[in-house]
C-alpha cells in the first residue's frame, strides 16, 4: 500500500446497484469488482444528482447539482465558466483523460463570445469537458447520425482493420446480430437483445475501451494521471457477445416489481412515462426476458475486464499509488414500475453502486466495510481533490466536501456533521420511489415535507406569521429554548438569505445538524419561551 498518486474513476452507463453480486445480485455473480469492495469501502446508499445521462455526468464532472451547473438535459452544454475536474486537477500536474463516453456537449456560444477556436488545445480542453479526449466515444451511433454528422469513429476504423468491412461496424457488428439467413438483426429492436453481436468479443466496445484504458496508463508512465474510464455499456443498445449472450434465463432474473395500484390515479407526468413506447414495451414479460439476458451478460463482461484491468495495475505497480473509483450515472427500470429507461426518481434509476478503493494505509480500518451513509455523485470531485492535495482551497463553487475528508469517517456508522445540501432522499426499501425527505434525525412530527410543484407546507412549529415563503426559502423549523442554534440569529424571513452569504457553509450545516438533533417539540406546539427558527430545506443554492 501507498499514497494516492493516480485515480481511476470507472463509470459504467445505465447499470443499476442491484445488478452486482456484492450489492445482492442472487444469479449475477461479479467477483472482480466484488474483489474491488473486499479491499476498499462499499457505499450501499448513492444516489446521482439526476436519472439522465448528461445532467448526472455533469454533476460528477463538477461537483455541483444540475441546477447550479446549468445542463439540465442530454444536449445542454455545460457553460463554458463551469470548472470540471481537469481544470481542478491540471494545475497539481496531473493528466485528466477520458477513455468511453462524457455525453457533454460544447457550449459553442460561449466559445465564440471569448474567440475560442475548438481545433487549438485549449478549445479541445474546453469541448471535452476538462478532459483531454484520449478515446472519446458516446458510444452511439446509428447510420442515420453518422451520415448526418460525417464524423470519424475510431472504433470503426479499428474494427475495419480488424476484418468488419462496412460503411458502420458498429452498428453493423457491434449492435447487431445475424439471422437464420445471414439478414441483419438491429439490437435497437429489444427483442433481439438476447441474440450474439457479430462481434468477436476481443473486439466488442467493452474489451476495445479497457484496451485503451490500459495503453493510456502505459503510455503515462510517472505523471500523475486521472482517467475516466467510462464503459458505454449496458446502456442500450442491449446486446452482448458470445458467449455472454447466454449465460442467462428467466430462472436467473430478478422478478419484476410493479403493481396495478401504480397505473390507478397516477400523476399525469408518471403516467405519460408509463404510456411511452419503451415502457410499453418493457411491461411485456417477453420483451424484459430478451433485453435482461443481454443486459446481465454485458455486466457479467464488464466484471469480467475488471478482473483484466486490475491486474494489469498489480503487474505495472500501479495498484499500489491508484485510487479506484466505481460507479455508475445511473440505473435502469427495466420493466420496474412499469417503466423502461430511467428519468423518474425511483431507486431504480436515481441509486447507483458506489465502491472507492484507496491504497493509502490511513484507509486500512475502512478496508471491506460497507457504509449506508446518503451520498451523492457531487461527492466525488471534492473527494478526488481531497486526496491530492489536502490543503486544496475550498472553492464555493462545490456543493459539498468529499467522502474522504477524514479516512477514517468512512468507517460504517461513524458521525457525519455535514447537513445535507439536497433535501435528501429517503431511505426505503429497494423498490419504492426516492422521494423527497428531510433529515432522518428529525422527529417525524416535527416537519412536513414540500407537498406539490413549487409549494411548501410549513410545519406548525414555525416562528411567525403564516405566509407563503418566499423563492429559496424552504421549510423552517422551531427549535425549543435551549438548543442550539443557528449560527445566524435571524427569524425565517432572514435565515435564507443570510445562509447564502456565509462562504463557509460547512460550518452553518454542522451547526444546523447539531440543532435539529437536539430538537424534539411538543406535539401541542410552543411552551413558551423565545422562538428561534433553523433553516432545514431549501432550493439548491448557486
Known amino acids: 500500500m501507498g499514497t494516492v498518486r493516480n485515480i481511476l474513476f470507472i463509470m459504467c452507463d445505465q447499470l443499476r446497484w442491484d445488478y452486482l453480486s456484492c450489492y445482492g445480485h442472487p444469479t449475477l455473480q461479479t467477483p472482480h469488482i466484488d474483489k474491488l469492495a473486499a479491499k476498499g469501502i462499499r457505499f450501499d446508499r448513492a444516489y446521482v444528482q439526476s436519472p439522465v445521462c448528461g445532467p448526472s455526468r455533469a454533476s460528477y464532472y463538477t461537483g455541483r447539482t444540475v441546477f447550479s451547473h446549468g445542463s439540465t438535459w442530454n444536449g445542454v452544454p455545460l457553460p463554458i465558466g463551469e470548472m470540471t475536474m481537469g481544470d481542478y486537477l491540471r494545475p497539481h500536474g496531473y493528466r485528466t483523460a477520458v477513455v468511453g463516453k462524457t455525453h457533454m456537449v460544447p457550449d459553442r456560444d460561449g466559445m465564440a463570445r471569448f474567440g475560442l477556436n475548438p481545433g487549438t488545445e485549449i478549445g479541445v480542453i474546453v469541448s471535452?469537458?476538462?478532459?483531454?479526449?484520449?478515446?472519446?466515444?458516446?458510444?452511439?451511433?446509428?447510420?442515420?447520425?453518422?451520415?448526418?454528422?460525417?464524423?470519424?469513429?475510431?472504433?470503426?476504423?479499428?474494427?475495419?482493420?480488424?476484418?468488419?468491412?462496412?460503411?458502420?461496424?458498429?452498428?453493423?457488428?457491434?449492435?447487431?446480430?445475424?439471422?437464420?439467413?445471414?439478414?441483419?438483426?438491429?439490437?435497437?429492436?429489444?427483442?433481439?437483445?438476447?441474440?450474439?453481436?457479430?462481434?468477436?468479443?476481443?473486439?466488442?466496445?467493452?474489451?476495445?475501451?479497457?484496451?485503451?484504458?490500459?495503453?493510456?496508463?502505459?503510455?503515462?508512465?510517472?505523471?500523475?494521471?486521472?482517467?475516466?474510464?467510462?464503459?458505454i455499456k449496458p446502456h442500450w443498445p442491449y446486446i452482448a457477445p458470445a458467449p455472454y449472450h447466454a449465460l442467462y434465463g428467466p430462472n436467473q432474473f430478478i422478478p419484476v416489481h410493479r403493481s396495478e395500484r401504480e397505473r390507478q390515479n397516477a400523476n399525469p407526468v408518471y403516467a405519460a412515462f408509463m404510456q411511452h413506447d419503451v415502457a410499453q414495451a418493457f411491461s411485456r414479460d417477453e420483451v424484459r426476458s430478451c433485453v435482461l439476458a443481454g443486459y446481465m451478460g454485458l455486466v457479467k463482461q464488464i466484471d469480467d475486464h475488471m478482473g483484466r484491468l486490475f491486474a494489469f495495475l498489480e503487474e505495472t505497480g500501479r495498484a499500489r499509488d491508484t485510487m479506484i473509483v466505481f460507479t455508475s450515472d445511473h440505473g435502469d427500470y427495466l420493466g420496474d414500475h412499469w417503466m423502461g429507461e430511467k428519468e423518474l426518481f425511483h431507486e431504480q434509476s436515481a441509486r447507483v453502486p458506489m465502491i472507492i478503493y484507496d491504497p493509502s494505509p490511513e484507509a486500512d480500518a475502512t478496508r471491506g466495510t460497507v457504509s449506508t451513509r446518503f451520498i451523492e455523485a457531487l461527492d466525488m470531485l471534492p473527494t478526488f481533490l481531497d486526496v491530492i492535495d489536502p490543503a486544496w482551497p475550498r472553492s464555493r463553487q462545490l456543493a459539498r466536501r468529499g467522502v474522504q475528508r477524514n479516512r477514517l469517517r468512512l468507517l460504517p456508522g461513524?458521525?457525519?456533521?455535514?447537513?445535507?445540501?439536497?433535501?435528501?432522499?429517503?431511505?426505503?426499501?429497494?423498490?419504492?420511489?426516492l422521494e423527497v425527505r428531510l433529515l432522518q434525525a428529525l422527529p417525524a412530527a416535527a416537519v412536513r415535507p414540500r407537498r406539490g410543484p413549487g409549494?411548501?407546507?410549513?410545519?406548525?412549529?414555525?416562528?411567525?406569521?403564516?405566509?407563503?415563503?418566499?423563492?429559496?426559502?424552504?421549510?423552517?423549523?422551531?427549535?425549543?429554548?435551549?438548543?442550539?442554534?443557528?449560527?445566524?440569529?435571524?427569524?425565517?424571513?432572514?435565515?435564507s438569505a443570510a445562509l447564502r452569504r456565509n462562504q463557509d457553509r460547512d460550518h452553518h450545516r454542522a451547526v444546523v445538524g447539531a440543532a435539529l438533533a437536539a430538537a424534539s417539540p411538543s406535539p401541542q406546539g410552543p411552551q413558551g419561551g423565545e422562538e428561534r427558527v433553523v433553516l432545514l430545506a431549501r432550493p439548491c443554492l448557486k
Open 128 to 231: 471535452e469537458p476538462g478532459f483531454e479526449p484520449y478515446e472519446r466515444d458516446d458510444g452511439l451511433h446509428p447510420n442515420e447520425l453518422l451520415r448526418l454528422k460525417k464524423y470519424d469513429l475510431r472504433y470503426n476504423d479499428w474494427l475495419r482493420a480488424q476484418g468488419y468491412q462496412s460503411e458502420n461496424p458498429w452498428n453493423d457488428f457491434a449492435n447487431s446480430a445475424e439471422g437464420p439467413n445471414g439478414e441483419l438483426l438491429s439490437a435497437w429492436n429489444l427483442r433481439y437483445s438476447n441474440l450474439p453481436a457479430r462481434v468477436k468479443e476481443e473486439h466488442s466496445e467493452t474489451a476495445y475501451m479497457t484496451d485503451r484504458a490500459m495503453t493510456f496508463i502505459r503510455e503515462s508512465g510517472e505523471t500523475p494521471w486521472l482517467l475516466h474510464l467510462s464503459f
Open 414 to 433: 461513524a458521525a457525519d456533521p455535514r447537513c445535507r445540501r439536497l433535501r435528501g432522499a429517503r431511505l426505503y426499501d429497494p423498490h419504492r420511489p
Open 455 to 495: 409549494r411548501v407546507r410549513r410545519s406548525r412549529y414555525v416562528a411567525g406569521p403564516r405566509r407563503r415563503p418566499r423563492r429559496n426559502e424552504g421549510t423552517a423549523v422551531r427549535a425549543p429554548p435551549g438548543a442550539a442554534q443557528p449560527c445566524c440569529d435571524v427569524g425565517c424571513r432572514g435565515a
